[in-house]
């Protein structure tokens, strides 16, 4: 089956041997990065990945395969990388795709077969050298990135520094390392020679066993077999699934608020009782990107609704779901704290209100009244009147202590003007008594 680009893909994960630090905090260390390589059997061209947190699961599994699918200038973009289509060309389904048995089930295998018509093949749990195109990739780019990173895992037989925890020289965060993975590809797939091809005898002589020229020469001379579909959709079919909740306060999901416009028009969030809204809905969501979920309205695959994360849950923009669940799981801790700091304060405040009002009550005791409660009554306005006065009284004379204050105050002036306009302040009592107009 392996006759030209697309015949085959294969896909397998690897943790790396390197420890990454939080990008919200440098001193915090997250552990080790999984990564999926997607990759073209017969131009041994690196078609897609993924890495990030997850574990390796079929899950994470789809978005590398998602990533192999779709164009690679937009993925790059994401990181500040800047391609052409030329140096990274793979876009399209395959026509049979092989990965471990473990990793062939969930719903989004039926997508793959179903609705793209990929064939899935998996590999036997006791020959992984089935996969072998795969694994030399990764041991070809750990020993890329193993000279210049700190944190790096050191052998049981190598010269591993005794009592030194390699865990604590981590210093690269997940996006600047994703950074270094692409990079890698792309070098990968345009300069990389691959040793001892199998070169057909129809493939010409001159021909560099090199990714890119192997891919390029087999697009053009040997039959085709990727296939284009629509990308976004594609992309969303294959990403992990989840179910959020729904409220008048909007979409819910792994603790942060989201807002959709399709949801809004059919009245969701309106605090009516006559509005039908479900309790909970279907989600397919990217574990990179906090940004943006996407609620599916059915059960079919060809549709679904944007939503966007809502200004309520701002904090968590532009962060890996990962990121996130840090974030919460510190806040959380954090309102812990305080409220118990507020529960053992709750009896001092008891006690200082307490107290000041006996005071009041006192004082109001030790004053007898000869009003009767209806003259009492008919009295609150010119009460209040009154007190207003005492108390515009109280701030003139505050502020005539501070104007004292001033004049005593040596002033040096900036220039000389003979402007006759005044900035002096506006007369106090003319100022108050606006108030009572």
Not at 66 to 76: G, I, L, P, T
């Amino acid at each position: 089956l392996n006759f030209g680009p697309g015949a085959r893909y294969e896909i397998d994960a690897t943790i790396v041997d390197l420890y990454l630090v939080s990008g919200l905090d440098r001193n915090r260390i997250i552990g080790r990065p999984v990564i999926y390589y997607v990759k073209d059997v017969f131009s041994r061209m690196v078609v897609g990945l993924y890495v990030g947190l997850e574990n390796p699961s079929w899950a994470t599994a789809t978005i590398a395969l998602a990533n192999a699918f779709s164009d690679k200038v937009k993925y790059c973009q994401q990181f500040g990388i800047e391609i052409d289509s030329s140096m990274w060309p793979s876009v399209g389904i395959p026509a049979t795709i092989t990965a471990d048995r473990g990793e062939m089930l969930g719903r989004q295998a039926d997508v793959l077969v179903n609705r793209l018509g990929i064939s899935l093949t998996n590999t036997r749990a006791y020959r992984g050298s089935d996969k072998g195109v795969v694994e030399r990739a990764f041991k070809e780019m750990h020993a890329h990135i193993k000279p210049y990173a700190q944190g790096i895992v050191e052998p049981l037989n190598g010269k591993k520094r005794i009592g030194h925890r390699y865990e604590l020289d981590a210093e690269l965060s997940l996006t600047a390392f994703t950074k270094i993975v692409i990079h890698h590809v792309i070098n990968h797939n345009t300069t990389h020679v691959v040793t001892e091809y199998d070169f057909a005898p129809d493939m010409p002589t001159d021909l560099a066993s090199k990714p890119i020229d192997l891919w390029n020469w087999g697009v053009k001379n040997r039959t085709g077999k990727l296939r284009v579909v629509d990308e976004e959709l594609t992309f969303i079919n294959m990403l992990p699934q989840g179910k959020a909740t729904v409220s008048v306060t909007g979409i819910k999901f792994n603790g942060m608020s989201y807002t959709c416009s399709e949801a809004m028009q059919m009245g969701w969030f309106h605090r009516s009782k006559s509005v039908t809204r479900p309790e909970s809905v279907d989600i397919s969501y990217d574990p990179r990107n906090t940004n943006v979920i996407y609620l599916r309205p059915d059960a079919r695959f060809d549709s679904y609704w944007v939503c966007l994360l809502s200004d309520k849950s701002r904090r968590y923009r532009d962060m890996t779901f990962a990121e996130a669940k840090l974030l919460l799981s510190q806040a959380k801790k954090t309102e812990a704290t305080n409220q118990q700091q507020e529960d053992f304060e709750a009896p001092d405040l008891q006690q200082k209100i307490m107290k000041i009002v006996k005071e009041e009550r006192d004082k109001k005791a030790q004053s007898p009244s000869s009003q009767t409660n209806t003259e009492k009554l008919r009295g609150i306005r010119e009460n209040r009147n009154a007190e207003k006065e005492l108390e515009r009284q109280k701030d003139r004379d505050e502020l005539a202590d501070k104007s004292k204050k001033q004049e005593l105050s040596p002033v040096v002036p900036i220039r000389s003007s003979d402007s006759d306009e005044s900035f002096d302040f506006p007369d106090l009592d003319s100022f108050l008594e606006d108030d009572d107009e």
